[in-house]
């Protein structure tokens, strides 16, 4: 037997504007829209490459699942981006705060961190990392 990772199942309030968030940020589509679940994935993901592309080879998504409750502490599991070589961490993290992301801080020592922690609209937090 053997599982392969599938999504990160994200809780929030609004799930359409979640969803709507996060493929703006990541450049990812949303290829299933209900109530209940909105599904964001990488835009070389289509109807037709699911049907005929090996399952091990397809990667995860992202699933917008609707919470009553608020975030209320630390994320224990996060996202951390990374831009390509030649984009600027710190050009892309403005682009992000300018689009409804914030700085948060989680007790990163931001004088020797490779990272920006920030929060999505909802709270959650994610990680900007230097360019890899």
Same mark, same amino acid.
């Given at each position: ?11 929030? =309030?609004?799930?359409? @504007?979640? @969803? ?30 699911? $049907? ?12 917008? #699942?609707? #919470? ?9 599991? =996060? ?18 705060? @300018?689009?409804? @992301?914030? $700085? ?23 990680? #900007?990392?230097?360019? $890899?």
């Amino acid at each position: 037997m053997s599982l392969r990772w599938y999504s990160v199942v994200v809780d929030c =309030h609004n799930i359409a @504007a979640q @969803a709507r968030w996060w493929a703006r940020v990541l450049d990812w589509q949303i290829i299933y829209e209900a109530v209940d679940e909105v599904v964001v994935v990488p835009r070389h993901i289509t109807q037709e490459s699911l $049907r005929t592309t090996p399952w091990e080879q397809i990667g995860p998504g992202l699933v917008f #699942v609707p #919470v009553p409750e608020d975030k209320t502490v630390k994320n224990r599991l =996060h996202m951390d981006l990374a831009p390509q070589l030649d984009d600027d961490q710190d050009a892309m993290v403005e682009s992000l705060i @300018a689009v409804g @992301a914030k $700085r948060v801080d989680v007790g990163q020592d931001v004088d020797v961190a490779t990272f920006v922690v920030l929060a999505d609209p909802e709270g959650n937090e994610f990680c #900007v990392l230097r360019a $890899r």
